[in-house]
């Protein structure tokens, strides 16, 4: 099984934002993809179904859905002529400025992805309601291109994660975080795009413009955890994604997530999961 990442081209560079409908669709129908935006899905007419990782998520009218920076995610038991939909993807850094930026860290993803955040439109109807509006309304506003209309879609997109945020009632965003985390936002991103390779705490270092003991002691105190130990959980996180994805044996996950001895990917895994990773995938597609 492939698994594509999807390059998004931005219908506004200035608002980093493209917009998807029924009648363009992104070429990665049914297959397994990813992209480092985040993306509001809303249908406004028919039914099919996202899978998210390994959670399903069943879209009728007037249903949205939220999918995180870099989640994995495909379609299906779609038809598409009886299907409207709208779809906005966003790189969310655009859109915080000065006096929203306290806020950013919340939408980090560094604990939770925020796809975990779809609960809210089922036990909220109004938050739903009020994202569908935010969403119809930044589509029509990119698609007229009105005198000041990236002034309108910025205060819709504030107006959506201020619904996120107080509708939030499991407090999903606001687990502990350290608001140092933002400045290691390079090097978490360095981390993510090299997870098949070695990792250098020198490279992250001199990414940061830090001695390397200043860089390690820092990284702990933002991320609470060791530099190499937030290495190997986000290439566990990678590894359990491959195990339900790809017909791959165990060697080869392990060498793709940047683990040189198999044996060490195995105590890895099972320190995070507590279970082998053959366990881990019987468990989540049983």
């Avoid at 929203?100 to 796809?115: A, G, N, R, V």
């Avoid at 205060?155 to 290691?184: A, C, E």
């Avoid at 705490?201 to 990284?219: G, P, V, W």
Wanted: aromatic content about 12%; overall charge negative.
């Amino acid at each position: 099984m492939e698994i594509f990442h999807e390059k998004v081209s931005y219908d506004s560079p200035v608002l980093a934002m493209k917009v998807l409908h029924a009648d363009n669709r992104c070429g990665y129908d049914g297959k397994w993809h990813y992209h480092k935006e985040i993306e509001l899905l809303v249908i406004l007419k028919g039914s099919f179904e996202i899978l998210i990782e390994d959670q399903a998520y069943p879209l009728h009218d007037s249903h949205c859905l939220l999918i995180g920076s870099n989640e994995l995610h495909r379609d299906r038991f779609k038809d598409w002529d009886q299907l409207e939909y709208i779809i906005l993807q966003f790189d969310l850094a655009q859109y915080f400025d000065p006096s929203s930026m306290p806020y950013m860290k919340l939408f980090l993803e560094c604990q939770t992805p925020l796809s975990q955040l779809n609960y809210i439109f089922h036990e909220h109807p109004g938050a739903k309601a009020d994202i569908i509006q935010a969403v119809t309304e930044i589509d029509r506003e990119m698609s007229d291109s009105a005198l000041g209309f990236e002034l309108a879609v910025s205060m819709l997109m504030k107006r959506i994660l201020l619904t996120l945020i107080r509708y939030d009632t499991r407090g999903i965003l606001r687990q502990p975080s350290n608001p140092h985390v933002l400045r290691f936002k390079p090097v978490l991103d360095y981390i993510d795009e090299n997870l098949s390779s070695k990792i250098d705490a020198s490279a992250c270092s001199r990414l940061m413009n830090l001695s390397y003991y200043h860089f390690l002691k820092a990284f702990k105190q933002a991320m609470n955890m060791p530099f190499l130990e937030y290495v190997h959980f986000q290439r566990i996180k990678r590894a359990e994604r491959l195990l339900l994805t790809e017909d791959w044996n165990i060697e080869e996950i392990a060498a793709h997530v940047g683990f040189t001895h198999t044996g060490h990917f195995y105590r890895t895994f099972k320190k995070y999961n507590h279970c082998s990773p053959k366990q881990f995938k019987q468990m989540k597609l049983a």
